[in-house]
C-alpha cells in the first residue's frame, strides 16, 4: 500500500535519479566534502549525516550552511534554490503534493500513519509562513485551544508531523540568526502553544511522545533567546527557566547545557557576572555527561570568559578564551547540535572582542570586532550587526570617531534590511549617547542625529 507523501522532492528526485539511499547519499557527500576541502574549494571540514540529509528531504528543509550549499551545488550540478531550498527570511512556497513513490521495506503501525490531510496542510502552512515573520506578517497557527480537525475523531500525531514541527524550531533559530528575535518571539510563542495542545490533547506512540517533549524544550529555549534579543529579559528568564526544569525532569544534559549557555549570555548583560560564570561552569558540567563535542566546549568556554570580563579579571578571562580557541581549532563534528551553528571563527572573534571590549582594552577589541564584521556572512546579519555596534562603542573608547561613524552606518544598513534586534538597538543607543559629546566633528554630529531617529 503506498501514500502520498510531502517532502522536498526536488533534492528526493535527484537522489532516486542517482539510484541512493539517503544513508548512501550522505556518504556520498562526505566524501566529496573532504575532497573539496583538500582542494581549497570550502573552508572547513564538513560531513553530512543521514540524519542532516533526512531534514534536507523533509518538508520543510532548513536553509544549508554555506559550505553544504557548495557541496550540494557541486554533487548535483544544480543551484541550491532548484534543489527545494528557501533562503531564511524568504517566503518558503508550499512544497506541492507528488506521485507516491513506492514505499520503503516495511511498514508503520496504524498509530504511526499521517495523520489526515487537512491536519498536515493546517501544520505546514504554519511552518512554510516563517518567512513572514522576518517582515512582521501573521503566522495562520491554529488556537491552541482548537480541537481536532472536523471530521476527525482524534488529532493523531504521527512522525510526518513531528518532522514538521522540528524544522519548523530550527527555521525559528535560522531567522532569528539573520533578522533577530524582536518580530519572532511571538511566532515561536504560539508555536510552543500549539506543541503543548498536541501534547495534552493528541494521540501518540511512546515515541512520538518523546519527540514531542524534546521538541518543545528545545522550542522554549529558543523563544527564551528570541524574548532575550527582543530585550523582553523577564520572560527571557521564565522560559530559560521553563527549558533547564524540563531538562532535568527528561535527564536531558544536552537541552541543560544549551539552556545554562543561554541564561549565562543573558545574566552579562542584567550585570549579574558572577551569576554567568556559574551557569557556564554548570552548564561545562552538564555537557560532560554527555561528552559534548569541541565546539560545545569553546561555546560554553566563551561565556564563561564573558563573565570573568564583566566582572574585570583580566587572568581568568584570558585563560577561558584561550580554552574557546583551543576548543574551537577542534574544527567541526558530525555530533555539533543544531545549536552551535552559528559559532563560526567570525563569531567567536566577535566575542572576544567583547570580552577585550569589557576589559577595557579598547585598541585590541576594536582590531578583533573589525575583523570579525569582515568574516560574518549574510546567514548572521544579526550577529554582524551586533559586532558592528559593539565595534562603534570601542572605536569610541579609542577616540577613533571616523571609525566609530563607519562601522554605525553598516549596522544601520543591516537594520534597514529588516534586521531587528533590541539588543542591538540599546548597543547604538550607548554609540549616540557618546557621539553627542563631540558635537563639533561633522561627522559623529550627524551620525548622533541619525541614531536618535533610529533608537526614539
Not at 225 to 236: K, L, N, R, V
Amino acid at each position: 500500500m503506498t501514500e502520498t507523501q510531502r517532502g522536498n522532492h526536488h533534492l528526493k528526485r535527484e537522489r532516486q535519479r542517482a539510484n541512493l539511499t539517503q544513508e548512501q547519499n550522505a556518504q556520498a557527500l562526505t566524501t566529496l566534502a573532504e575532497q573539496m576541502h583538500e582542494a581549497g574549494e570550502i573552508t572547513r571540514r564538513t560531513s553530512v549525516s543521514p540524519r542532516q540529509y533526512r531534514r534536507w528531504e523533509s518538508p520543510t528543509p532548513p536553509w544549508p550552511h554555506p559550505d553544504h550549499r557548495k557541496l550540494l551545488e557541486r554533487f548535483y550540478g544544480r543551484p541550491i534554490t532548484d534543489l527545494g531550498f528557501t533562503p531564511p527570511g524568504a517566503p518558503r512556497p508550499v512544497l506541492s503534493v507528488i506521485e507516491p513513490i513506492p514505499p520503503a521495506t516495511g511498514t508503520r503501525p496504524d498509530n504511526e500513519k499521517h495523520a489526515a490531510v487537512n491536519r498536515r496542510q493546517a501544520l505546514t502552512t504554519g511552518t512554510t509562513a516563517l518567512g513572514l515573520a522576518a517582515v512582521g506578517g501573521p503566522l495562520p497557527w491554529m488556537s491552541p485551544t482548537a480541537s481536532a480537525v472536523p471530521g476527525d475523531a482524534e488529532l493523531r500525531v504521527g512522525s510526518e508531523e513531528v518532522e514538521l514541527l522540528r524544522s519548523a524550531a530550527v527555521d525559528l533559530d535560522a531567522i532569528d540568526q539573520r533578522f533577530g528575535g524582536d518580530r519572532l518571539w511571538r511566532s515561536a510563542r504560539a508555536q510552543l502553544l500549539w506543541l503543548h495542545h498536541l501534547i495534552d490533547q493528541g494521540t501518540y506512540t511512546d515515541v512520538i511522545g518523546q519527540e514531542l517533549h524534546s521538541i518543545t524544550g528545545q522550542l522554549t529555549t529558543s523563544l527564551g533567546w528570541f524574548c532575550y534579543d527582543a530585550d523582553q529579559q523577564t520572560e527571557a528568564r521564565v522560559y530559560f527557566s521553563e527549558a533547564l526544569n524540563t531538562a532535568m525532569l527528561a535527564g536531558d544534559d544536552a537541552l541543560a547545557t544549551r539552556t545554562l549557555s543561554n541564561m549565562a549570555r543573558q545574566s552579562v548583560d542584567l550585570g549579574k557576572a558572577r551569576e554567568a560564570v556559574r551557569f557556564a561552569r554548570i552548564a561545562q558540567a552538564h555537557a560532560a555527561e554527555w561528552s559534548a563535542p569541541p565546539r560545545v566546549a569553546a561555546l560554553l568556554a566563551i561565556r564563561e570568559a564573558q563573565g570573568h570580563a564583566r566582572l574585570g579579571d583580566e587572568v581568568s578571562a584570558g585563560s577561558a578564551i584561550k580554552r574557546a580557541w583551543t576548543h574551537f581549532d577542534h574544527g567541526p563534528s558530525q555530533r555539533d547540535p543544531d545549536w552551535t551553528g552559528f559559532l563560526n571563527e567570525a563569531e567567536l572573534t566577535c566575542l572576544e572582542g567583547m570580552c577585550r571590549l569589557d576589559l577595557g582594552q579598547h585598541n585590541q577589541s576594536v582590531k578583533l570586532l573589525d575583523r570579525s564584521a569582515e568574516l560574518q556572512d549574510i546567514e548572521h546579519s544579526r550577529n554582524r550587526g551586533m559586532c558592528l555596534a559593539r565595534l562603534a562603542y570601542a572605536a569610541l573608547q579609542n577616540r577613533d570617531l571616523d571609525h566609530t561613524v563607519a562601522a554605525a552606518e553598516e549596522s544601520l544598513r543591516l537594520v534597514d534590511g529588516g534586521m531587528s534586534s533590541t539588543r542591538n538597538m540599546k548597543q547604538l543607543v550607548l554609540v549616540r549617547n557618546g557621539l553627542t559629546l563631540h558635537r563639533t566633528h561633522a561627522p559623529a554630529r550627524e551620525m548622533a542625529e541619525r541614531l536618535t531617529q533610529y533608537t526614539a
